[in-house]
T-cell receptor
Framework: SQQGEEDPQALSIQEGENATMNCSYK?????LQWYRQNSGRGLVHLILIRSNEREKHSGRLRVTLDTSKKSSSLLITASRAADTASYFCATVRSGYSTLTFGKGTMLLVSP | GAGVSQSPSNKVTEKGKDVELRCDPISGHTALYWYRQSLGQGLEFLIYFQGNSAPDKSGLPSDRFSAERTGGSVSTLTIQRTQQEDSAVYLC??????????FGPGTRLLVL
């Protein structure tokens, strides 16, 4: 079953702008991960944030986690056309090892 | 080093036939996962192998689906008597523990 719900479902921006995607989940988690998918094929891991962490950075990516609200956000700064993809959040629930995915956000970055 | 590989990349089969999908995980990873991505259901967990423990099969949609992992490495997902609703992209991932899961490119299955 889907645990994460991404918001928005689709996002269209211009190159250079920032893109923010949100994810909500329902149960307690061990960690939350963000993935990118191009053309409906393999998932590329972007960043992992653990339940005891509040914010993490990786290059142009910034992820926040609010366990009290059961939500996370992914910020991509200074977006590029190459960032066009679908972005998924996925949680590892406490006591489990498998990922539960949200439905994803489709990001379109126009030159 | 090499990432997760899957074969075949694409598979077209007729309804009722059996198919086998293969996954080669990253060397040294103890955990291996199979997921399925379809238009109607999104990304779903199918089965999980961890070391020598009994696999977690809780995500398999029916008894037509089975998987094995030989020697703690390569895994094969078998779908018997395929149905049209089995059409999807089948993704394999591996990890060390419960940390980052690394995904393969997937096998796109089309059942006619």
């Amino acid at each position: 079953s889907q645990q994460g719900e991404e918001d928005p479902q689709a996002l269209s921006i211009q190159e250079g702008e920032n893109a923010t995607m949100n994810c909500s989940y329902k149960t307690s988690i061990n960690n939350l991960q963000w993935y990118r998918q191009n053309s409906g094929r393999g998932l590329v891991h972007l960043i992992l944030i653990r339940s005891n962490e509040r914010e993490k950075h990786s290059g142009r990516l910034r992820v926040t986690l609010d366990t009290s609200k059961k939500s996370s956000s992914l910020l991509i700064t200074a977006s590029r056309a190459a960032d066009t993809a679908s972005y998924f959040c996925a949680t590892v629930r406490s006591g489990y090892s498998t990922l539960t995915f949200g439905k994803g956000t489709m990001l379109l970055v126009s030159p | 080093g090499a990432g997760v590989s899957q074969s075949p990349s694409n598979k077209v089969t007729e309804k009722g036939k059996d198919v086998e999908l293969r996954c080669d995980p990253i060397s040294g990873h103890t955990a291996l996962y199979w997921y399925r991505q379809s238009l109607g259901q999104g990304l779903e967990f199918l089965i999980y192998f961890q070391g020598n423990s009994a696999p977690d099969k809780s995500g398999l949609p029916s008894d037509r689906f089975s998987a094995e992992r030989t020697g703690g490495s390569v895994s094969t997902l078998t779908i018997q008597r395929t149905q049209q609703e089995d059409s999807a992209v089948y993704l394999c991932a591996s990890s060390f523990g419960i940390e980052t899961q690394y995904f393969g490119p997937g096998t796109r299955l089309l059942v006619l």
